[in-house]
């Protein structure tokens, strides 16, 4: 098939020819070497050659982001043998309106708003419009003049039916998922919980979900402790305590993973032997951390009244932060000695940086520790917010907050980090929740 004009995009080396990468589980198909993908790619180049009769546009961007893009190398072998004539695009900023909207926006931070006189002709009935954009993201981004662009209205803002459902909000009970969807996008929280906006649904994957890893994590995590509640911790297991409890680990994944489905999906089947692998992993990596924090309490849950939950511990009655009405989960509580620490399980690969849960988008770990404070009264003080990850080959544990004065003791840190603080400092952050949540 032949056409006039042909665009080829993304000529740029390792898009076309792609790199070489090894099919994991078919190691023999459909590449056995890197020649044998590199000669089936210059076979394509081959056939795009031949299938125009006019002109053919090689699309070669210069750069993704920060990094430079380098020209695929069949660019030079194909100099070697034809002329090739380099086209630069024309230069936007003489007099086009993407140019004048270029340069306007690249002054938007140092420069006042241009004069309606500098405004080509063709965007003049837009001038307004444009710069109410740039007072708004000047705004978001600097000054913080305009707060309504921020998610932060006042009354005076507010018509009187507006008025009255947030006031019937404040009735509501909301999960912490709620609250970081806000802290971290007003506008996000505005469209699916207000307008009642539904998010893009998740493009279907081969084999297991993300959620239904962590799905079959959690569960398979808060069943191997309650059945070890009354036995000794892991770090405190000699050998043949430790090999008993990965047989008693891997017989409650075999029960699980029966449970969850009977597909005879490849992918699957090979995402749930992964998901054994990992899950024996994490468990030597439990049993080197030896702190005086040892698992107690698991799925902890409050204003919650389905799915698996501790019943030692959780109230179905939401618990209340400063008026707040709020329901939430947490994956596990270890005490020991008079200290608690939260434990979040992440089978993710991303975890909130210090930084976030200083700055209040990040609040789950320290309402969480609010919460267990809460529940476990004064006997008990917060060390520490731990994120346990569980990865194929990346399994650790990872301190999100911690009280200085229980390192090495509720927590291990082998160097002082921005994630460890003073008692004071500490105490600040659970208690800036309230201020949040206000």
């Given amino acids: 098939m032949e056409f006039n004009t042909v665009f080829l995009g993304d000529f740029v080396e390792s898009r076309f020819p792609g790199n070489y990468r090894p099919d994991p589980l078919l190691p023999e198909v459909p590449y056995r070497d890197e020649e ?48 090739v004539e380099k086209i630069e695009p024309a230069n936007p900023t003489h007099g086009s309106a993407p140019g004048f909207l270029s340069t306007y926006g690249n002054h938007v931070w140092t420069a006042e708003t241009p004069s309606d006189g500098k405004f080509p002709a063709n965007l003049m009935n837009m001038r307004s419009l444009i710069k109410h954009v740039v007072k708004v993201e000047k705004s978001r981004e600097k000054t913080h003049e305009h707060l309504a662009y921020e998610g932060v209205l006042t009354a005076g803002q507010l018509s009187p039916e507006s008025c009255a459902s947030l006031k019937e909000r404040q009735q509501r009970t909301y999960s912490v998922t709620d609250l970081e ?30 959620l239904e890893k962590g799905v079959l994590v959690h569960d398979v995590l808060v069943k191997f ?18 090999e008993d409890a990965k047989q008693q680990l891997n017989d409650l994944i075999d029960e699980e993973i029966i449970q969850e489905n009977t597909s005879d999906d490849l992918f ?114 917060a060390a520490a917010g731990l994120y346990h990850k569980v990865r194929l080959n990346d399994c650790r544990i990872t301190l999100a907050i911690g009280r200085e004065s229980y390192r090495n003791e509720a927590y291990v840190l082998q160097r002082k980090t921005q994630q460890m603080l003073s008692d004071e400092s500490f105490d600040g952050v659970i208690d800036r929740v309230s201020g949040y949540l206000a």
């Fill in 268 to 381: 699957r089947t090979v995402d749930k032997a992964l998901l054994k692998v990992t899950l024996n992993q994490w468990l030597t990596v439990e049993r080197e951390y030896d702190v005086i924090a040892t698992p107690r309490y698991f799925e902890v849950s409050v204003g919650r009244r389905q799915g698996v939950i501790d019943s030692v511990l959780s109230d179905r009655k939401p618990i209340s932060i400063d008026g707040v009405r709020l329901n939430a989960k947490i994956d596990r509580i270890d005490i020991g000695n008079g200290v608690f620490n939260v434990i979040d399980y992440k089978s993710g690969s991303s975890t909130p940086t210090i930084k976030d849960i200083l700055e209040g988008r990040a609040l789950q770990l320290p309402i969480y520790l609010e919460i267990a404070k809460q529940l476990l009264g004064d006997a008990y003080e």
């Fill in 181 to 210: 969807t806000y802290a971290k996008c007003p506008f996000q929280y505005f469209a699916a919980e207000v307008l009642g906006l539904d998010s893009k649904d998740e493009e279907e994957v081969e084999g297991l979900s993300s």
């Fill in 36 to 83: 044998e993908l590199l000669r089936d790619n210059r076979f394509l180049f081959y056939r795009v050659l031949k299938s125009f009769r006019e002109r053919l546009y090689l699309l070669i961007p210069k750069r993704e982001g920060e990094a430079d893009l380098i020209p695929s190398p069949f660019l030079r072998q194909l100099k070697a043998i034809t002329n």
């Fill in 225 to 242: 402790y309650n059945q070890r509640r009354e036995q000794p911790a892991i770090s405190e297991c000699d050998a043949g305590g430790f």
